[in-house]
């Protein structure tokens, strides 16, 4: 069983940052740990995932302003938020899943955070 905690969720300006964190109870080398989102009567949106081998994979809604990436020794995966859009309001979540894929399908991930809130205002 692997425990996730995020952080670094926040109340911020269009067009500013935030970074998020996503720390795992064990050791996740293997795992491959994915950003995913939800706004308010929305279904769960994929953002990114990184595979342990760090091949990186981003939707297209935040291709170019936010960027995946992991730590393995500190057992973190982090998610910079750039250029932040109202839109990118949304509860996020961070998940473990299987080494052999990086899929965008929440349901291919056994492990979740409890999610922290990044709101956006305009």
């Known amino acids: 069983q692997v425990q996730l905690v995020e952080s670094g969720g926040g109340l911020v300006q269009a067009g500013g940052s935030l970074r998020l964190s996503c720390v795992a109870s064990?050791?996740?080398?293997?795992?491959?740990m994915g950003w995913f989102r939800q706004a308010p009567g929305k279904e769960r949106e994929f953002v990114a995932a990184?595979?342990?081998?760090?091949?990186?994979y981003h939707a297209d809604s935040v291709k170019g302003r936010f960027t995946i990436s992991r730590d393995n020794a500190k057992n973190t995966v982090y998610l910079q938020m750039n250029s932040l859009k109202p839109d990118d309001t949304a509860v996020y979540y961070c998940a473990a899943g299987s080494p052999s894929s990086a899929s965008s399908d929440p349901r291919a991930y056994d492990y979740w955070g409890q999610g922290t809130q990044v709101t956006v205002s305009s």
């Open positions: 990184i595979k342990w081998t760090e091949s990186t």
């Open positions: 064990h050791t996740f080398g293997r795992y491959t």
